[in-house]
């Protein structure tokens, strides 16, 4: 079972929709998330970052975390095309002693359609 | 300056070959990572620099040999690689190793080896 697990998609949505991506998680000792959008053959860009349980905000993106079901979720208020990108969910956790070691979901296609 | 620059953004080589690849970062970051990344697949680190020391070497082949010549650069020498290394290679900085620092990756370097 991988640590980190998020369906690959390709999810396809129109334009103006609520999208909702999801990772789920096993390893309890995670305490960093994040979520990054790669546009194609481009570099990971970061999108959000939470700590710990909850919710954060930031324009049309939404992030919550619930750490009690291991699970984390990235809403996207009214879909825009330029949405279009995949979406990798990223985690990480102080047992990796050295640190700075992300555990990445497999990340999940998304088309917004016009 | 939030950017992460990496050069060449191509590279084609023969596995007979010696090139490298060269990540530079301003943001004053003490932590540089490089990932490999597969189609479709999520970035594998492959090392981590901090304080230009290396930090974390997730058991590379000898034929990647990573360097940090000072805070801003990070390199990653290659010599005798094989078609199966043919990937878009990333690099990443962060402000410190402690899993709340957050990674910002450059564009990347999409390398072909033939």
């Known amino acids: 079972q991988k640590e980190v697990e998020q369906d690959p998609g390709p999810l396809s949505v129109p334009e103006g929709a609520i999208v909702s991506l999801n990772c789920t998680y096993s390893?309890?000792?995670?305490?960093?998330f994040m979520w990054y959008r790669q546009y194609s053959r481009k570099g990971p860009e970061l999108l959000m970052y939470t700590y710990s349980s909850g919710n954060k905000e930031d324009g049309r993106f939404t992030a919550q975390v619930d750490k009690s079901s291991k699970y984390i979720s990235l809403f996207i208020r009214d879909s825009q095309p330029s949405d279009s990108a995949t979406y990798l969910c990223a985690m990480s956790a102080k047992i990796y002693n050295q640190g700075g070691k992300l555990i990445f979901g497999q990340g999940t296609e998304l088309s917004v359609k016009p | 300056d939030t950017e992460v620059t990496q050069t060449p953004k191509h590279l084609v080589m023969g596995m007979t070959n010696k090139k490298s690849l060269k990540c530079e970062q301003h943001m004053g970051h003490r932590a540089m990572y490089w990932y490999k990344q597969k189609a479709k697949k999520p970035p594998e680190l492959m090392f981590v620099?901090?304080?230009?020391?290396?930090?974390i070497n997730e058991s590379v082949p000898s034929r990647f040999s990573p360097e940090c010549p000072n805070s801003s650069l990070l390199n990653l020498h290659l010599h005798a690689l094989q078609p199966e290394d043919s990937a878009l290679y990333l690099c990443a900085s962060s402000q410190g190793l402690a899993t709340h620092n957050e990674q910002f990756f450059g564009p990347g370097t999409r390398l072909t080896v033939l």
């Open positions: 390893n309890s000792a995670f305490q960093y």
């Open positions: 620099y901090s304080y230009e020391k290396l930090s």
